[in-house]
Structures are given as C-alpha cells and as structure tokens.
C-alpha cells in the first residue's frame, strides 16, 4: 500500500507543550512539505524539504520546527512558541521540488487542538 | 504579490445538476494549475493539471478550462453525484527554481439528494 501517511489522526495537546507530528511517505520523493489549514483559508506553507538533511522555512515557519533524517520521514514539531496552533495539518510529497509539474501528493492530515 | 481567488465561497446543488466553479489568479510567471479536490477531513486529491497551452483537459465528469490571457479557469462538474460533496481547490505553481504553489481557499460545494 504505497502512499504518504500521518499520525496520529487527531492530537490534543495543553498550552505550553511541544508536540510531533508524523509524516511517512514510501513514493520514493525526494521533496517533502508541511501546510496548515485554517477554516476559510488557503493552505499555508510551513516548512519544506527538497533533499534529506536539508530544510527550508516557508511562509509561517515561525514556532514550527522540522528535520529529515531520511528520505522517508518528516516530522514536524509544533513548539509552545506557536501562538495559535490549533489547525490541520497537511504533509505532502512530490518527485523533486525543482518543478512545478510535480504533482504534490497529500497525506491524510492530523487535526491538531490546543486545549 | 502571487494571489489565487475562488468564486462561489459555498454552492448548494442538486444530485443530478451541473455547476461552475471558477478561479481567478495573478500569479507570474505562469506555470501551470491544478484542481484539487478535498474530502472533509482529508488531504486533497489532484483532479486535473492545466498548462499555458492548453485550453480545457476532463477528468470524467470534471472538466477544466483555462484562459491564460484572462488569468482564470473554471472547473465544470456534469451530472453531479453525493460524492462530489467536497472543497475544490484551485493551485497555481510559478515558474521558479523550486515549485511554488499559491493556494486558492476552496469553494465548498454541496450535492443535496
């Protein structure tokens, strides 16, 4: 069953702590990405990763931390420095980042609440 | 600034009905656009991929149309099923030296019974 997956699905988490979302993809792409999405909003780059060990910050990366050890595997880690993290939260793949004809495929998302 | 805006907000139709999504985008240079269709509490789904040259491209009952000198598209859903419930996303990606993708915020539609 090829695909990208998230975990867990749902995620409560208490104001000040720091929580790690799972994102595994075996489709062999070398770019990976994390997106929020907020009611009536489009989706919103975070964090992005075009090779393993290497990361770029996208549009909101401020209070959100990543890595990629692996080819397969980005976690994202939202901090308690993140002011309003209650969201869903999106990871995606694609072959290369360098194109804009790669499709980016999506995970199934993990809606985060901040209680 | 790269801007994709999508019109209607919300639609309700009937099961068995048409309808007309469009999207409208500034996003330079140009690169290509793609429908996404999204599932309520899902990741979404790519529909269909539109080029510079290319003017209309179906998936099945979905077919998109572009007009690159207008900067707008639409996305026509013939014979609408329950299914077809779903935020339809309209993606621009720019011409750069890592894909850049500006997101449109969706029109929600509804397929009633």
């Known amino acids: 069953d090829g695909g990208i997956t998230q975990s867990p699905k749902y995620l409560f988490r208490k104001e000040g702590q720091n929580v790690t979302l799972s994102c595994e993809q075996n489709?062999?792409?070398?770019?990976m990405y994390w997106y929020r999405q907020d009611p009536g909003q489009g989706l919103r780059l975070i964090y992005y990763?075009?090779?393993?060990?290497?990361?770029q910050k996208g549009d909101i990366a401020e209070g959100y931390s990543v890595s990629r050890e692996k080819k397969e595997s980005f976690p994202l880690t939202v901090t308690s420095a993140q002011k309003n993290p209650t969201a869903f939260y999106l990871c995606?793949?694609?072959?290369?980042?360098?194109?804009?004809?790669?499709?980016?495929?999506f995970g199934p998302g993990t809606r985060l609440t901040v209680l | 600034k790269n801007q994709v805006e999508q019109s209607p907000q919300s639609l309700i139709i009937l099961e068995g009905k048409n309808c007309t999504l469009q999207?409208?985008?500034?996003?330079?240079?140009?690169?290509?656009l793609r429908w996404y269709k999204q599932d309520t509490g899902r990741g979404p789904v790519s529909l269909t991929i539109?080029?510079?040259?290319?003017n209309t491209k179906s998936n099945g009952r979905y077919t998109a149309t572009l007009d690159a000198d207008t900067k707008q598209s639409s996305l026509h859903i013939t014979a609408s099923q329950l299914s077809d419930s779903a935020s339809y996303i309209c993606?621009?990606?720019?011409?750069?030296?890592?894909?850049?993708?500006?997101f449109g915020k969706g029109t929600m539609l509804l397929v009633s019974p």
């Open positions: 999207c409208n985008y500034t996003v330079s240079p140009f690169s290509n």
């Open positions: 995606a793949s694609s072959i290369t980042g360098t194109s804009g004809f790669n499709e980016q495929f």
């Open positions: 539109m080029t510079f040259s290319e």
């Open positions: 990763s075009q090779i393993v060990n290497d990361f």
């Open positions: 489709l062999n792409h070398d770019a």
């Open positions: 993606v621009v990606s720019a011409k750069s030296g890592y894909s850049t993708l500006t």
